[in-house]
């Protein structure tokens, strides 16, 4: 068997939300590996990402009061929407022509009892 590796480009779309910019980023990044995986039915090899195209970067601020009067600080919340193009590296599984083997029951219970007879019977 040669090559059995193949090579495909595809555009994602990710939406990460965070506390943070860089959390944010990270969150819409980290989904990249399931979104392929549910596409795909092939084996993964690697996934790598080409470029990155942000579609939409929003930044929600707040004021976060304690028992509604006390204590005022202004919060943030990040959500970020990116068009992700990856190239990925797998196995196609309709390539690949398996050998058929037939093979006792591994699970299966082996009689003791017999097993001599049958084997003095094709002996003779």
Do not use: C, W
């Not at 195209?53 to 970020?80: G, M, N, S, W």
């Amino acid at each position: 068997m040669g090559n059995v590796t193949a090579k495909k480009r595809q555009v994602i779309q990710v939406e990460g939300t965070g506390k943070e910019q860089n959390l944010a980023f990270a969150n819409a990044l980290n989904q990249i590996h399931n979104r392929v995986l549910k596409e795909k039915d092939d084996v993964i090899v690697r996934i790598e990402p080409v470029a990155i195209q942000i579609i939409k970067a929003e930044q929600e601020t707040y004021t976060e009061r304690f028992f509604f009067f006390f204590l005022p600080r202004k919060r943030a919340d990040y959500r970020v929407l990116l068009n992700v193009e990856v190239e990925i590296t797998l196995i196609e599984m309709e390539t690949i022509s398996f050998v058929e083997k037939k093979v006792a029951d591994p699970n299966g219970l082996s009689i003791p009892f017999g097993q001599k007879k049958r084997i003095q019977k094709e002996a003779n």
